[in-house]
């Protein structure tokens, strides 16, 4: 059973940086590849960003592109999502996800293990 546990998050000004950390349980990164996803309220869950389990591809939303970056640490067995530049657009819950990355970036995620969620608070 795949376990994601995420830290991170909080209250911050616009044009601050904070880092979510999603560590998952033994052998995840081998078998899924690891997405970020958010919701803010009155939203739809909105994809954020995916690396591959090899750490090797990373593929971002429009929104983030430039600000955020994805990376991942496998002898740890966690994924850090490091928002710069944030917005108060950027505020929501977020979530961590496994699943293929086609399925994260097309948000066909019906079969993904999901993390407890995080909230992040971008004041203007």
């Known amino acids: 059973q795949v376990q994601l546990v995420q830290s991170g998050g909080g209250l911050v000004q616009a044009g601050d940086s904070l880092r979510l950390s999603c560590t998952a349980s033994?052998?995840?990164?081998?078998?899924?590849?690891m997405g970020w996803f958010r919701q803010a309220p009155g939203k739809e869950r909105e994809f954020v960003a995916a690396?591959?389990?090899?750490?090797?591809?990373?593929h971002y939303a429009d929104s983030v592109e430039g600000r955020f970056t994805l990376s991942g640490d496998n002898a740890k067995n966690t994924v850090y999502l490091q928002m710069n530049s944030l917005k108060p657009e950027d505020t929501a819950i977020y979530y961590c996800?496994?699943?293929?990355?086609?399925?994260?970036?097309?948000?066909?995620?019906?079969?993904?293990?999901w993390g407890q969620g995080t909230q992040v608070t971008v004041s203007s």
């Open positions: 033994e052998g995840t990164f081998r078998s899924y590849d």
């Open positions: 996800a496994a699943d293929s990355m086609d399925s994260l970036i097309q948000t066909a995620t019906e079969n993904a293990f």
């Open positions: 690396i591959s389990w090899s750490g090797g591809i990373t």
